[in-house]
């Protein structure tokens, strides 16, 4: 009779943790949406290029080496396919919380859990330099950023491994419960390297100082995006419990369902009404931006606010990711979806708000943890990117920038039927 109730709630642990999954891997066709709909038609089908081919890459560099580095472990590609199941229902009942990637029971669901965050965390700089880089820069990029840079940054958060044999950050206190830091912050300063070396887009900032709108070419696209990812990210934070088999992680779902929710709809209307009050229109894209930034905002803890906590939350991250948009214009950033303000501050300010709703973490510990990641992350991949812009080249040219890079980069236009000839 034990042994059967410990097979229901492996059973039912694993379907969860596998949906969950899925849900977040559905947050990749959201990310494409969203980018599609925020870029200019020429250069619709190269995004969607890029979005499709760097999920594949993400999935295969992680599984080649990837999961390895971030939890020292070779279980997955070590047979995890054929396992001993009165050794799986042993270790299970001696695990009172959690998967862990070195555990025999959880090693392919955790593997393909964690793989679509990396995916999820290079979805980010495939946005901020979207209309003008190489395709295939990109993509190198891509092999290096989820083979060895995120899966390092990992082994330091999630993986519990020493910074490079020098300090721990859980002797800090630092907690990121799904990721505002450790994914999204993560591929924001990943994004920010690759946007400092790559340059703005022509046209977007004048010769005076004036900033130039470029807008996008399909909201509604942008909008579906949106709600995409807002529905996927309930697996991402609610995964994030890493169980559902007893009450107290039901409970811990629960209150992380509503609590994403909340903190979503919380940074729309933050957003919505500063746009309001700054340029006197409702600002669609800024309210999706604002969407967005409440969901980052409340993953480094989901747990543990209250809904209005959470609501508040996402409101100020809704107010944060306005402010930094404008900001990075005036500084001459172009980032053409707002994804570093979105993933990189208020994925910033996620981790530093989660200490007044979590004792278990500390101010000092949330600040070593973000300089740790965005130390990392950031000059790992400036280093990638200058290397790439030496050897290949990371920018097209100004005449295939001016035709778009979907004919240059992919041959073939997003609607045909629509251009002029």
Known sequence: MEN???????AMDTFYFLVCGA???WMAAGFAMLEAGLVRSKNTTEILTKNISLFAISCTMYLICGYAIMYDSTLFLSGITNIDSSAVLNDYAQREEGFNGGSIYSGASDFFFQVVFVATAMSIVSGAVA???????????????????????????????????????????FSDFAGSGIVHMAGAAAALAG????????????????????????????????????????????????KLGDIDSAHSVAVVFMNTN??????????????RILFKKADLTMALNGALAGLVAITAEP????????????????????????????????????????HGVVGLFGLLVVPFTNDGASFVGQIVGALTIFVWVFGASFVTWKILKAVMGIR???????EGVDITECGMEAYPEFSSK
């Open 4 to 10: 059967q109730i410990f097979e229901l709630q492996y």
């Open 262 to 275: 909340a903190a979503a709809a919380g940074g729309l209307i933050g957003a919505l009404l500063l746009a």
């Open 131 to 173: 209309e003008r880089m190489k395709l295939w820069a990109f993509l190198a990029f891509a092999v290096v950023m989820t083979g060895v840079i995120y899966p390092l940054e990992g082994s330091w958060t999630w993986g519990g491994q020493s910074v490079f044999g020098l300090y721990s950050l859980a002797d800090f206190g």
């Open 396 to 402: 097209v040219s100004d005449e295939e920038e001016y």
């Open 195 to 242: 946007v400092l070396l790559l340059g703005a887009r022509k046209g977007k900032y004048g010769k005076n100082g004036e900033i130039n709108a470029i807008p996008g070419a399909n909201l509604p696209m942008a909008t579906l995006g949106t709600f995409i990812l807002w529905m996927g990210w309930f697996g991402f934070n609610g995964g994030s419990v890493l």
């Open 23 to 25: 849900l977040v891997m």
């Open 303 to 342: 747990s543990t606010p209250s809904p209005l906590q959470a609501t508040l939350i996402g409101f100020v991250g809704g107010l944060i990711v306005v402010v930094s948009i404008l900001t990075l214009d005036k500084l001459k950033l172009d980032d053409p979806v707002g994804a570093i303000s979105v």
